[in-house]
């Protein structure tokens, strides 16, 4: 008697197949691909983050030097940090404001009072950079007394809001 030939069957494959390969690795590209989205954007917060505390350090400075390096007197002037920062100073009078205290003429402080000569200026310090892309800025304000009068100087005791020595 003669054997039938029969087809083998075939087992049972262990192992995966190219299509499943393809797509797991799909769907790992894919995971790669925020995961680096999400550390790109970590990673320009951090270097924005590092610039405006750079910033705000050369409007401090900028500040620092007003009444020092730099007049305290109305107008604008303008200056550079380096390549990357500009910086731009604000000067403009304020009135001084006098509660419950006579008043000479023009609403000035008379001439025998403790705030005569003296005079009040808002301070704005702007740093910019980046104009290429985004340009930022960063504004620092403050306020600054300057005393004209001579008589005022460190000699003088200190005197009270409304004239009484201290």
Do not use: C, H
Not at 41 to 46: C, H, I, K, N
Not at 52 to 66: F, G, K, M, Q, T
Not at 72 to 79: D, Y
């Amino acid at each position: 008697m003669r054997k039938k030939r029969t087809i083998p069957e075939f087992r049972s494959q262990s192992g995966f197949s190219l299509l499943e390969m393809l797509v797991a690795f799909s769907i790992m590209a894919i995971a790669l691909g925020v995961l680096m989205r999400v550390f790109g954007g970590a990673t320009r917060s951090a270097r924005i983050a590092e610039e405006y505390s750079r910033a705000v350090i050369a409007a401090e400075s900028v500040l620092d030097d007003v009444g020092v390096e730099m007049p305290l007197a109305p107008g604008v002037t303008e200056g550079r940090f380096g390549e990357e920062f500009r910086w731009i100073l604000r000067i403009a009078p304020l009135p001084i404001p006098v509660f419950e205290q006579p008043t000479g003429p023009n609403n000035a402080p008379p001439t025998g009072s403790p705030l005569a000569g003296l005079k009040l200026f808002a301070v704005d310090a702007s740093v910019v950079w980046g104009e290429g892309e985004e340009p930022r800025e960063v504004t620092l304000s403050t306020l600054r007394l300057s005393n004209e009068n001579p008589g005022l100087g460190p000699g003088r005791p200190p005197v009270g809001a409304f004239g009484q020595r201290m």
